[in-house]
């Protein structure tokens, strides 16, 4: 039992209380990413059920989780999304992570079904270099700006989109994203992402000092968010943020997120897998402590020592 009046149930060895879910929902993708690190989740075949999720969620929120963000794989592949979002508990936020190319047409059913807002990843506005770094199919880059625009007219908003830098690739498109984004005034913000090394991508890492730098000396305004004590860049009047994992030890010092994998394992950390807990068969009364064991095992993938 914790003493301090801060923590609650899920407040780890570390004093980081867990206050949001990120929940792959499948591990099929419709692309093929060349850099991606399918959120740690690499083995797992199964998928969990509409009242898998549902129990798992309905627990942790009766814990002091307060945010869901769905991911993947591409969640959109599951046909029982909306189901997934009508049967959830009330929560303060709900966000889905997508490549967004199945979204246009079904923005307004998932707002409808309890969808707050959406994460779109668009590290490009070239089609040719969009499709270097996806694999996809021909046709499908236009998709996903349609489905961008469905987003937010369907109220997803702010949409975040997901920009990961990659040297010699797309190190060139920042302008232009920035150009996109302020053309939707607030209702788009631009998230760069630091990339991760999953697939022996370390050759198309930026220098993230270099970035930082840049995006100080062409903003306008400033602004420090809370988690993470990570800044907000507000350039020609679009919003941009820079998250910056790799070797973070304030990173990791203010995660407050729990994972689950697609098949329900409990994961404490993206960067490890030897302590994965299984929930897939858990009942809602032993999930409790299930989810309390797992966030015992949450340790700062980068501390100092
Ligand atoms: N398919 C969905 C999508 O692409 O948004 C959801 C799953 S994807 C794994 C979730 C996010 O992880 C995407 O925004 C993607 O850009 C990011 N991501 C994947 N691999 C990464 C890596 N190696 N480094 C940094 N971010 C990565
Ligand atoms: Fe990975 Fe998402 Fe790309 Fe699919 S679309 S390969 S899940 S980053």
């Known amino acids: 039992m914790n003493s301090c009046g801060t923590c609650s149930a899920l407040t780890d060895s570390y004093g980081r209380t867990v206050r949001s879910l990120r929940m792959s929902i499948t591990n099929r993708c419709n692309f093929d990413c060349i850099y991606c ?71 307004q059913s998932l707002k409808d079904s309890g969808l707050d807002r959406v994460n779109v990843s668009l590290d490009t506005l070239d089609p040719e270099i969009y499709r270097t770094i996806t694999n996809c199919s021909k046709g499908a880059f236009e ?43 607030g209702d788009v913000i631009l998230q760069l992402i630091e990339l991760m ?59 407050n997120r729990l994972r689950v994998t697609a098949d329900g394992k409990l994961k404490p950390c993206l960067l490890t897998n030897d302590d994965l807990v299984d929930v897939s068969n858990a009942s809602l009364d032993e999930l409790p402590s299930l989810l309390q064991l797992a966030v015992s095992k949450r340790v700062p993938f980068y501390r100092n020592k």
């Open 37 to 107: 690190h399918n959120e740690g989740d690499h083995g797992s075949k199964g998928e969990m059920s509409v009242e898998n999720i549902a129990n798992i969620v309905d627990a942790a929120s009766r814990l002091g989780v307060n945010k869901l963000k769905i991911s993947g794989g591409e969640p959109l592949i599951r046909n029982d999304l909306e189901d997934i979002l009508s049967s959830l508990p009330e929560l303060r936020d709900v966000s889905l992570t997508t490549n967004a190319s199945m979204l246009k047409g079904r923005a």
């Open 143 to 185: 998709k996903v700006l349609d489905g961008i625009h469905d987003a937010v007219d369907a109220g997803l908003t702010p949409v975040k989109l997901n920009m990961v830098l990659l040297k010699d690739i797309n190190d060139a498109d920042m302008d232009s994203m920035l150009e996109f984004t302020s053309q939707y005034k």
């Open 197 to 255: 090394d999953f697939k022996d991508v370390a050759q198309y890492r930026v220098n993230a000092d270099e970035v930082e730098k840049k995006l100080l000396k062409n903003a306008t305004d400033v602004k420090v968010r809370h988690m993470h004590h990570r800044k907000k860049y507000i350039i020609n009047g679009a919003e941009v943020e820079f998250v910056r994992p790799v070797d973070n030890t304030e990173f990791c010092a203010n995660c």
